[in-house]
């Protein structure tokens, strides 16, 4: 890990200056390699240095690296000023990701957990689109921040009781308040509904780049924030998870309604990423191996689909100005086989095989089965108008009678094509060797 670690370091500094392609060249190889020497298992190995891999955070990782070669490629035709600046902040983003992912300790992990806000932070202040975009990164930044505080003291205060206060510690507590703000930083983070403003706000006055960084891994650091938290509240979660999963199935269903008004079509991305980590929330206050596991699941697909429907989003508002999808329409006239990309991610966002989406969401249905049957009524009305907002926007976006801006639009890049490729490959890949995650 400590190689890693000197690694991107070195990586960072050197950003500034190195070839765009050498870079993403150089992130293959260390997936290759990454992929190969390390191994997940069920307790944490390769520890050195305060640093450590098990199941969870290697399958992050793996997430992180992925996404982060991917982005490089779609910074490839950005023309923006200071763009080694913005490139130096792409990799300060990966490395403080990096050790999010691989820290034992509470501490540090709250304090790379803190640092990695500050990048995208100052992504969207730099190099958003419109002048509205100081307040969104502002209201990114200290909603975060707000909600984060109280867990910093916490950790103070049990790391000067016990002495030390590492993941998997032999430490238990029913102390109410410490259970609800130990928790509370994580639950804004992925977001929880009535936390969930932020992230429209901050995907929508981004660059494409931040959007798909933070809607594939700076969202699932909640999710793997809480995994690292629940065990050592299992009495508290099974006396007051009802309140938590019963807010997340309501808020999931009103979202998916929610989304069925949208016509901005980054708006609508974001919210369904709500209505997603809505999902998450249940199968981990579950607390079962079936939930567990399928929130992993759904944390990974869902980092591959939104991304690639970000980077969509993006290719469109590059070329017609607008994100409106009233605005776009006769695509498939036009552009079919960025259509046919456009098809596959949208019916993975819906869950339907071959995507990883359906089997997660499958082992969050059982888990919930085990819970209380009536929530899969909430479960099935929170799909279906989750897929029916999507299919809506295929259509409006595809379909109709060609106008206006769309009129110019050319076919698309090879870059383009090999970047949805690369997005949908692992989903699909991963579908048919589930076996590799368990």
């Known amino acids: ?15 500034l200056k190195m070839n765009l392609f050498f870079l993403i060249y150089f992130f293959f190889f260390m997936n290759l390699v990454f992929l190969t020497s390390a191994e997940a298992k069920d307790f944490f190995s390769y520890i050195s240095f305060n640093m450590g891999l098990d199941y969870y955070s290697f399958c992050m990782i793996l997430l992180t690296f992925w996404l982060f070669i991917l982005m490089m490629y779609g910074m490839l035709n950005l023309k923006l000023l200071y763009f080694s600046y913005l490139s130096m902040l792409v990799f300060l983003m990966f490395f403080f990701l990096f050790l999010c992912f691989v820290t034992l300790s509470f501490f540090s992990f709250y304090i790379y957990f803190e640092c990695s806000i500050l990048p995208v932070f100052f992504l969207i202040y730099g190099w958003g689109y419109q002048p509205e975009r100081v307040f969104s990164s502002l209201y990114f930044f200290f909603y975060t921040l707000f909600s984060s505080l109280p867990l910093l003291i916490l950790i103070f205060s049990l790391n000067n009781l016990l002495g030390y206060f590492y993941f998997y510690i032999d430490f238990s507590s029913e102390n109410l308040f410490l259970f609800f703000f130990f928790i509370f930083s994580f639950l ?8 969930h403003l932020w992230l429209p706000k901050a995907h929508v006055e981004g660059p494409t780049i931040g959007s798909m960084i933070l809607s594939g891994v700076m969202l699932k650091l909640g999710g793997y924030g809480l995994i690292r938290v629940l065990y050592m509240f299992t009495s508290l979660v099974n006396c007051y998870s009802f309140f938590f999963m019963s ?8 979202v998916g309604l929610f989304c069925l008004l949208q016509s901005d079509s980054k708006v609508l991305v974001a919210y369904s990423s709500v ?3 809505s999902l998450v929330i249940c199968g981990l206050m579950s607390l079962s191996w079936y939930g567990f596991t399928g929130s992993l699941y759904l944390m990974l697909s869902h980092g591959l689909i939104s991304s690639g429907l970000f980077y969509f989003v993006g290719c469109l508002f590059d070329r017609l100005g ?6 776009m329409k006769g695509l498939i006239n036009l552009s079919p086989s960025l259509v046919m990309f456009f098809f596959l991610l949208v019916v993975s966002n819906m869950s339907c095989p071959p995507s990883l989406n359906l089997i997660s969401e499958l082992l969050i249905c059982f888990s919930l089965m085990g819970w209380d049957y009536l929530s899969l009524i909430y479960i099935f009305f929170t799909l279906f108008f989750s897929a029916c907002a999507m299919i809506c926007w295929f259509s409006f976006v595809s379909h109709g009678y060609t106008f206006g801006l769309v009129l110019n639009l050319d076919s ?8 949805f490729f690369m997005h949908l490959t692992p989903l699909y890949l991963f579908f048919l060797n589930l076996d590799f995650f368990i």
Do not use: W
């Open 1 to 15: 890990m400590l190689s890693y670690f000197f690694l991107l370091i070195s990586l960072t500094l050197l950003s």
């Open 188 to 195: 804004v983070k992925l977001p929880m509904f009535f936390f």
């Open 247 to 254: 807010l997340s199935l309501i808020g999931a269903l009103y």
């Open 275 to 277: 209505s997603h980590m």
């Open 322 to 327: 607008t994100r409106s999808m009233f605005l």
């Open 412 to 419: 698309g890049f090879v870059r383009e094509y090999y970047l």
